[in-house]
């Protein structure tokens, strides 16, 4: 007890070298989130170099089912062999990858490249939340959440610019090269700092699982990338996919039921708040990356707003979201309590995109940044709670897998949310410009689904007013279907169990339900695994 009752002070005093790890983990994942938002704003550019607008959303695509399909492999192989080599060999992959990119000479390089890129892609936000969760204790966890909301919000503000500046002044190519010095910068901090415990497992990699799993995530993304767009939901491409999907991902949990080192081994689902944190963060995925695609959009054609300072949009929902993470982290961290921050963050998710979902033609900038905050509160709640407590509900030895499947359904979520609410969006928008503006409406709209305010000057007034209406119209029905889905999110939240925090302090043998109970708790049970204080780690 007494050395227990050392390590747990030694984790309080937090040394300088673990701050500077943290700070090259930020690095690491500011790399990761804010890479798809510089490379969107230089697309226009690229395109106009290289040609080939048909395969513009595959630029996107490609790195996208690659980072989903790699996740849960890369924490599985940090949780084998060690997690700072599969961290480091992650950023060196996706450093190759953004070095090949601007060296594309056409869009076929450019796509192949970006698919390396995703590849590493995939384990730099896996071992950001994996090595977090080896080097920071639960309890203490939440001081740091303020930390990895502000990066997200950093990214989302500052991508768009940064990527507008870089290629105005640059040249498109430094969209890419731009992580190379920054990558550099966290690769010599972490090999130079972080010393974490060896692993040699004496399994092999589950190759079988590892294949049928990405062949089911690459479908199940294929379908939600190119359903209602390039192809008909119904169409027989579509289908096939689905169906390829499925059977693969049946197949996948029917492997890892026999396979000796599973990819994503089923028992970590036998914890309620596991699976409970996992459906949470589905569904954070599915209404946020919704909210970030159309709020812009709406405030562009609908308020008149620059499409420039797209980004800047977004400000009310990125800082109440940054504000309330922050707060949510210093209360779990005084307290060791946290359901409340699911109820609380479900219940203002609801009401912010219902909130949205009441937007007009009259609505104000004023209003709506209003309803952007409540619905960046509720994610605030929601963000970290959800991997904090999914991490906290299985044992040290499956801290990457548990990091890995938490991320991937949140990424999914992104994925469905995206394609859902944007073909009801755009159905909505097409059906009212046929109706309120007959074959002047079709053809704007056959022009673009997107009008900037600028391009929207250039349209006859009846045809600029039904695109409006179209665009809130549409924004209505997307921002309604979300708050249905986050109901599910309020639902989930109300079955978590409050499992004591590990490195909260001594706890009793009957602190935690016996199915949301790890091996061991607290600092000694972390030792007792293998796992090292925070002081012995760096």
């Known amino acids: 007890m007494a050395k227990a009752a050392i390590q747990e002070k030694e984790q309080v005093k937090q040394p300088r070298s673990v701050r500077v790890v943290l700070m090259a983990l930020m690095i690491a994942m500011l790399l990761a989130m804010l890479d798809n938002m510089i490379v969107g704003t230089a697309m226009p550019t690229i395109v106009g170099e290289l040609g080939g607008l048909e395969h513009l959303s595959w630029v996107v695509t490609a790195y996208t ?10 924490g599985k192989v940090g ?47 896996v071992g950001v939340m994996a090595i977090i969760g ?15 909301a502000g990066v997200m919000a950093l990214a989302m503000i500052g991508g768009p610019l940064v990527g507008g500046t870089i290629t105005d002044h640059l040249g498109w190519r430094w969209a890419f090269y731009i992580n190379l010095p920054i990558g550099a910068v966290a690769l010599a901090m972490i090999t130079i700092v972080l010393h974490l415990p060896k692993k040699r497992s004496s399994g092999k990699i589950d190759y079988l699982g590892a294949a049928l799993l990405t062949v089911g995530i690459t479908s199940i993304v ?16 579509i ?56 709020l812009p959009l709406y405030q562009q054609a609908v308020q008149g707003a620059s499409a420039t300072n797209s980004g800047l949009l977004l400000l ?14 210093r209360v779990t961290t005084n307290t060791g309590k946290y359901k409340v921050f699911p109820i609380v963050g479900s219940v203002l998710m609801v009401a912010g995109l219902f909130l949205l979902a009441q937007m007009d033609t009259e609505t104000s900038r004023f209003t709506s940044g209003v309803y952007m905050a409540v619905l960046g509160a509720g994610m605030g709640c929601l963000m970290q709670i959800t991997m904090l407590v999914a991490q906290n509900s299985v044992e040290m030895k499956d801290m990457g897998v548990a990091s890995s499947s938490t991320t991937l359904f949140r990424t999914l979520g992104s994925s469905f949310g995206v394609a859902i609410m944007g073909a009801l969006f755009n159905n909505k928008v097409t059906d009212i410009m046929k109706e309120r503006a007959g074959a002047l409406g079709g053809k704007a709209k056959m022009e673009s689904a997107q009008l900037d305010a600028e391009h929207l000057k250039l349209l006859p007034k009846p045809a600029r007013e039904a695109y409006e209406f179209a665009v809130s119209s549409g924004t209505h029905s997307a921002f309604l279907l979300g708050s249905i889905v986050a109901v599910g999110a309020l639902i989930a939240a109300w079955f978590v169990k409050e499992v004591a925090l590990r490195g909260a302090g001594p706890q009793k043998a009957d602190d935690q339900p016996e199915d949301d109970k790890p091996a061991e708790d607290g600092a000694a049970g972390d030792a007792a695994r293998g796992g090292r204080t925070v002081a012995e780690s760096v």
């Open 65 to 74: 089912l690659a980072t989903a399909a790699s996740t849960p492999i890369w």
């Open 79 to 125: 949780d084998m062999y060690g997690r700072k080599g599969a961290f480091l060999t992650s950023i060196v992959i996706f450093l190759i990858g953004s070095a090949l990119s601007g060296m594309a000479q056409d869009m076929n390089q450019l796509i192949g490249f970006r698919a390396i890129q995703g590849l590493g892609a995939g384990g730099l936000m």
């Open 134 to 148: 080896d080097l920071i204790p639960p309890r203490e966890r939440g001081k740091y959440q303020g930390m990895m």
């Open 222 to 237: 294929l379908v939600t990338t190119w359903g209602g767009s390039q192809y008909a939901w119904t169409s027989a491409v």
């Open 239 to 294: 289908m096939e996919l689905a169906g390829i999907g499925v059977a693969a991902l049946v197949g996948f949990v029917f492997s890892q039921t026999r396979a000796a080192e599973p990819i994503m081994p089923l028992h970590i689902f036998r914890s309620r708040n596991f699976t409970l944190m996992s459906l949470i963060g589905f569904i954070t995925g599915f209404v946020m990356f919704g909210a970030v695609l159309f």
């Open 316 to 329: 009310p929902m990125l800082l109440s979201m940054m504000v309330v993470s922050l707060v949510a982290g």
